[in-house]
């Protein structure tokens, strides 16, 4: 009996090998593709893809050429254009898509968006009608950043939004109006929840359009809501039913950095010869160019002869997004730590420039939240105070009345923190004419607001956009404050001298707060070094690539005009510019190849030849002429397209102190001004000036 037994446990632990042996040798590295969709599904919630992809597919295209949600949020019933609007909103298929999106944003339904990455993982019908996201063959989930198609269609989806804004606003359909406005908000915050910071970015864009254009329809449309709507609209958008704050950091990004250096750097190791070009090239590609690859893989494999090695490249991705997780979970802008340099600011982007291809997009998610916040908590005081005059029939004397009975209670202004007290505030609230000051033999006067329709001015301005609109910031600093010196608005001319000797004092107190700020020394100091221990042709190529990058030409675009520069000014002043400081610099960066030490000294030469270049007549006449004549114009003639408002007591005027916590009467908003306007809308604003009303 006992050899039996010892035959069946001898039997029986073969049995038991062979089931574990099979098992253990059919694990395989986890699929990335697999992980990042794995992390879409929230336990507990309903994917909002099943039901609103299927009519988004269904879904007729809008009427005419392409157009932009601006474009269209303009226009009224008034325009010629809008029959045709009206009609697409009006069709079968566009209200099934408005249906299904009342159904994944109500609360209690508790939906997701859970679109997969990866043609091959949503259904054929999707993929036809652009509602996919492409990762490649094999599959590359860094490609997501530029193959999100299903972004498109969203787009018409906010086209959609806006004009039944405007239909059931015409219908005098209060409720219905302002809940589908609601909608729209909650998508966005559904949105923001996706795992890249693109995606992230589009909810957030989606939430403040969809915001204003509550204001708008408020503003314009003078009677259509009651108390009650104004009332259960506020409780709609209450900060803690959107919780703002409970936004995830993305997490995109990290996976498809994990994945690029599996494939392209040999672990424990350098980038692969013959991997690092042909993989990292093909996030740059242009998808619609098979043949691009191959010039991208070439310039990529370059950079791979300077990159960072797999402890390095590792590090650094951590240590840069740990930095930003840590902030972003922090969420207060006032704290001493959003202060300090990131380790992104600090990070080499040739050493490092497959990490920066993948996360450079991640910085305008800070300032997005900040902006949506300001956005949400200003319109809900200014939509109470229209309830307010809708019931009383005159403006409030003050914000203070119209709570509790329209707003339960008044948001703070996020832009407003008095330091000493420890103190929040209100947005500021004034009737123009009213509430103005004058003098005692004066007139009131209506208010005029400098409206900048190019671009927000609730930026963090924390963090560059691109490394070429860092390149231009760091470059002309010192200008913004300097200018107004130097130029005469009136005469048109400027002191050349004066600029020379101010850049250059500039040059030497910006020396001395480098080299007594530690990590600001430490930054400047591995700067440095990198560069020197790069060959310059490399460093050139690597700049005109960011100058041609397609993504980048809409910022760049922007930076220029805030220079009073066009964009082919722009980029011809970066090259010469950075020539120059090579030519001037290459006695400094041969010390730090040497590895000397950065002494004061070095720093105020360094500067002072940035200040000495700047001034020199091949840049000082075609482009600095022209940036200081931009920046010393009240309002800022660079400022890009603009509209100058003149408002009565027929308006409030509702508005942030922004970044600059400074009540400046919201004269100039925007891009250009130090406060953010929340009412009357901008889009209102700009509408009338269209209209010549």
């Keep these: 009996m006992t050899w039996r037994r010892t035959v069946r446990?001898?039997?029986?632990l073969l049995l038991t090998l062979a089931l574990v042996a099979p098992a253990r040798a059919r694990q395989t590295p986890p699929d990335p593709l697999r992980e990042i969709n794995d992390s879409l599904q929230v336990p507990g919630t309903k994917d909002a893809a099943e039901v609103l992809c299927p009519a988004l597919a269904a879904m007729r295209p809008p009427p005419g050429a392409p157009v932009g949600l601006r474009k269209v949020s303009l226009m009224t019933s008034a325009d010629a254009e809008w029959a045709a609007w009206d009609s697409w909103a009006a069709g079968d298929s566009q209200q099934a898509v408005l249906t299904a999106l009342k159904t994944i944003t109500d609360p209690k339904s508790k939906f997701t968006f859970g679109l997969k990455f990866g043609r091959a993982n949503v259904a054929p019908e999707w993929v036809a009608a652009g509602l996919f996201i492409e990762t490649g063959d094999p599959p590359l989930i860094g490609l997501a950043v530029t193959g999100?198609?299903?972004l498109a269609r969203l787009d018409d989806l906010a086209l959609l939004c806006t004009v039944e804004a405007e239909r059931l606003a015409v219908a005098n359909k209060p409720d219905e109006c302002a809940a589908l406005l609601v909608?729209?908000?909650r998508f966005g915050r559904m949105m923001a929840d996706r795992p890249f910071a693109k995606e992230k970015s589009w909810g957030a864009t989606q939430i403040e359009a969809a915001l204003e254009r509550l204001g708008d329809i408020a503003c314009t449309h003078t009677t259509l809501f009651t108390e009650k709507s104004i009332q259960n609209?506020?409780?709609?958008?209450?900060?803690?039913?959107l919780a703002p704050e409970r936004v995830r950091f993305p997490i995109g990004e990290r996976m498809a950095l994990k994945q690029l250096v599996a494939l392209s750097i040999d672990?424990?190791?350098g980038p692969k010869p013959d991997a690092f070009g042909p993989t990292v090239g093909r996030l740059t590609a242009d998808p619609a160019n098979a043949y691009d690859l191959f010039p991208q893989a070439a310039y990529w494999s370059e950079i791979g002869k300077v990159h960072a090695g797999w402890f390095d490249t590792r590090d650094t991705i951590d240590k840069v997004l740990n930095d930003?997780?840590?902030?972003?979970?922090l969420n207060n802008i006032f704290d001493p730590i959003m202060k300090t340099p990131t380790d992104y600011s600090k990070m080499d982007r040739l050493k490092f420039a497959m990490v920066e291809a993948l996360v450079k997009d991640i910085p305008v998610i800070f300032n997005q939240r900040t902006s949506l916040v300001t956005q949400l908590t200003g319109t809900r005081s200014a939509i109470a105070v229209v309830g307010y005059k809708s019931v009383q029939g005159q403006w409030p004397p003050t914000l203070p009345p119209?709570?509790?009975?329209?707003?339960?209670k008044l948001d703070d202004d996020p832009w407003f923190w008095e330091e000493e007290r420890e103190v929040r505030d209100f947005f500021r609230y004034f009737v123009p004419m009213r509430d103005q000051p004058v003098g005692p033999r004066e007139l009131p006067k209506p208010h005029m607001v400098r409206v900048d329709l190019s671009g927000s001015s609730a930026s963090l301005v924390a963090e560059e956009v691109t490394g070429v609109a860092f390149i231009v910031r760091v470059a002309l600093k010192d200008l913004k404050a300097i200018a107004p010196g130097v130029y005469d608005t009136a005469a048109g001319t400027l002191d050349e001298t004066k600029l020379k000797e101010r850049l250059l004092a500039a040059a030497k107190e910006s020396a001395s707060r480098i080299f007594s700020d530690q990590d600001a020394l430490k930054a400047l100091q591995d700067g440095l070094t990198s560069s020197a221990n790069t060959t310059s042709e490399v460093l050139m190529a690597g700049l005109r690539s960011m100058l041609d990058a397609p993504g980048a030409q809409s910022a760049l675009d922007s930076e220029a005009r805030t220079h009073g520069l066009t964009l082919d000014e722009l980029k011809q002043f970066v090259i010469k510019f950075n020539e120059k400081g090579d030519a001037a610099n290459a006695p400094l960066l041969k010390s730090m190849k040497d590895g000397q030490p950065l002494t004061l000294e070095m720093i105020e030469q360094m500067l002072t030849s940035h200040a000495e270049a700047l001034t020199s007549p091949d840049l000082l006449e075609p482009y600095i002429k022209k940036v200081v004549a931009a920046l010393a114009t009240p309002g800022g003639v660079a400022t890009g397209p603009g509209i100058t408002a003149t408002l009565?007591?027929?308006?409030?005027?509702?508005?942030?102190?922004?970044p600059d916590m400074k009540a400046d009467y919201a004269k100039i908003v925007g891009r250009a001004g130090p406060d953010i306007l929340i009412w009357p809308p901008v889009l209102t604003l700009e509408r009338r000036a269209l209209k010549g009303n």
């Design 648 to 658: 009565t007591e027929k308006d409030f005027v509702l508005y942030s102190v922004g």
């Design 9 to 12: 446990t001898v039997v029986g």
């Design 233 to 241: 609209t506020n409780k709609d958008l209450d900060l803690r039913a």
């Design 267 to 269: 672990e424990r190791g």
């Design 183 to 185: 909608n729209w908000v």
């Design 324 to 329: 930003w997780q840590k902030r972003w979970e």
């Design 148 to 150: 999100m198609r299903y």
């Design 402 to 408: 119209v709570q509790p009975r329209f707003v339960q």
